[in-house]
């Protein structure tokens, strides 16, 4: 399939290899995170974020077609960085222990810098990064149907595993996503994470300790 005009826009040109270059990018990048949470994605140009970023703009054009391409990196590295830590622990402990892993962690990765989570989902155009979602959505859901499968004998409810996996995932992301857009200041406590790993524990297995499994 031919690359369309918006999907070369979100792409970079190339990867950086030498260690000054990766520095480069990684200047660019951390110089649009900055102006996105200061004064937002409309605001933002590739001149500014270049000067921010301390180096010319030529070194910035040679690596990303412009400023959507930056964001879209941004995105990507941010959704890539918290979800191999969710992946990590994913199979860890007792199903308790690993509901709260992944509960902790999807709240972690919006409590980390909230005005740079709500400024990324708020305002970097949600096609930059399509691509990358539904490939962390698709990997997920395998590994959770997957586990769900393997605690088949303790679970309460009876809808299939593979719609039990998409609606707690759903759930506790749109959750997680409402609190940081709306009540950020909730994200810095225990008590959504708590509740939710309650919730999710106490549907699955019909109380809040889970099964222990040998």
């Not at 994913?90 to 199903?95: D, I, K, N, T, V």
């Not at 509901?99 to 902790?104: E, K, M």
Request: proline share 6%.
């Amino acid at each position: 399939m031919t690359p369309t005009p918006q999907d070369i826009a979100y792409v970079m040109r190339k990867q950086p290899k030498q260690r000054r270059a990766t520095a480069t990018v990684d200047a660019i990048i951390e110089a649009a995170a900055r102006i996105l949470v200061e004064s937002g994605y409309a605001s933002a140009n590739t001149n500014r974020i270049a000067e921010r970023a301390g180096v010319g703009i030529g070194s910035l054009y040679e690596y990303f077609p412009g400023k959507a391409a930056i964001f879209a990196e941004l995105r990507r590295r941010e959704m890539e960085k918290w979800y191999a830590k969710l992946r990590t622990g994913l199979q860890a402990g007792s199903p308790r222990e690993a509901i709260r892993h992944v509960v902790a962690t999807r709240v972690r990765y919006a409590a980390q810098n909230p005005m740079l989570y709500a400024a990324l989902e708020s305002e970097v155009p949600q096609a930059a990064t399509a691509g990358m979602r539904g490939m962390i959505q698709d990997d997920f859901l395998t590994l959770s149907t997957d586990y769900i499968e393997s605690c088949r004998q303790f679970l309460r409810p009876n809808a299939p595993p593979p719609f039990i996996a998409e609606f707690l995932a759903r759930w506790v992301s749109s959750s997680v996503h409402d609190f940081a857009m709306h009540s950020p200041h909730e994200l810095s406590g225990d008590c959504l994470v708590n509740e939710l790993v309650d919730a999710v524990t106490l549907y699955l297995f019909g109380n809040v300790a889970g099964p222990v499994i040998e």
